[in-house]
């Protein structure tokens, strides 16, 4: 049996000086929960597709992680989550916008796939189908971090003082996985809360099939993290399949040059998971560091957080 498996919990993160060991190991150990929570599925037989949820909800769960208990304020002191999965199998892929109250907006996204027949939903339509899934819901408590609220206050005292910093952590924060099971199948979640301070009712790439989410078993799964906006623009996922289908790249090669070059070039500090239907595994940033972890059947689990 063979399989593989990538996790990303978000990029842009602390600078180095102000990662305690503690924190870091605290880093690790969620990002290795989160691989071991899709792993046990692959090891099992189970489809890529159930794997990758599997991980994103253990990202969800862990406060640490900008997405489910963990997710940022907007500037009004709301959140507001984004999700999205996809199937390489055959394209099905379902996506939620600007909710709250789930306990792991993973699951929204996949019961808008199951459930109905559309794509992507938002705010009080999405939260229906939700609660018709029977999913877990919870209140502002579970999803309260001080550490998020303070951001927030640091973020708006400094907008009004018009000395706001250009700090890439504030404008990042997504969680993700990519797998490929051992019948060849691969696919892609992703979860986040945006942007701390972000404008009210603001979507980001997570949702958006091509942007920061995309699963083709004839290309790759590929998972996003950054500045959002330019990854929509650049049709970040969509265009590191492209150049596999039309140009000939591997994926490396591709992954590469998307995050190097089209959004490095263009403001879109952040990076990527992503797989291809042989497994192979890339993990490409243009910040200073990207949370992220990897698995293959018969290998051990490997987090990073820096280069090096």
């Given at each position: 049996m063979t399989y593989s498996l990538a996790v990303h919990g978000g990029a842009g993160t602390i600078l180095r000086a102000r990662m305690t060991p503690e924190l870091e190991a605290a880093y690790h150990a969620g990002l290795a929960r989160a691989l071991e929570a899709g792993r046990a599925v692959l090891a099992a037989g189970g489809p890529a597709l159930d794997a990758v949820t599997a991980s994103v909800m253990a990202l969800e769960d862990e406060p640490l992680f900008n997405a489910g208990r963990g997710a940022v304020y907007n500037s009004d002191g709301v959140q507001e989550m984004d999700a999205c999965l996809m199937d390489g199998r055959d394209r099905r892929v379902g996506a939620v916008a600007g909710i709250f109250g789930p306990k792991n907006p993973i699951l929204a996204a996949r019961a808008v796939m199951e459930r109905t027949s559309h794509v992507l939903m938002m705010a009080d339509g999405a939260l229906k189908v939700a609660r018709e899934a029977g999913l877990a819901f919870a209140d502002r408590d579970y999803f309260f971090?001080?550490?998020?609220?303070?951001?927030?206050?640091?973020?708006?005292?400094?907008?009004?003082?018009?000395?706001?910093?250009?700090?890439?952590?504030?404008?990042?924060?997504?969680?993700?996985?990519?797998?490929?099971?051992?019948?060849?199948?691969?696919?892609?979640?992703?979860?986040?809360?945006?942007?701390?301070?972000?404008?009210?009712?603001?979507?980001?790439?997570?949702?958006?099939?091509?942007?920061?989410?995309?699963?083709?078993?004839?290309?790759?799964?590929?998972?996003?993290?950054?500045?959002g906006e330019v990854f929509i623009r650049w049709c970040a996922a969509h265009e590191i399949a492209a150049r596999m289908r039309h140009a000939g790249q591997s994926l490396t090669e591709a992954a590469d040059w998307v995050v190097m070059r089209d959004l490095a070039d263009h403001d879109g500090s952040g990076g990527l998971i992503a797989v291809d239907a042989a497994g192979n595994v890339t993990m490409p940033f243009n910040c200073d560091g990207m949370y992220r972890g990897k698995i293959v059947a018969g290998g051990p689990a490997q987090t990073f957080i820096y280069r090096d």
């Open positions: 971090t001080e550490s998020r609220w303070k951001a927030l206050q640091d973020t708006l005292a400094m907008r009004a003082a018009q000395v706001e910093d250009d700090d890439p952590a504030r404008r990042h924060g997504t969680v993700g996985a990519v797998a490929c099971d051992s019948a060849g199948n691969i696919a892609a979640a992703t979860s986040t809360g945006g942007m701390t301070a972000k404008t009210p009712g603001r979507i980001g790439d997570t949702p958006i099939v091509g942007g920061g989410t995309f699963a083709e078993n004839a290309t790759c799964a590929v998972s996003g993290t950054g500045h």
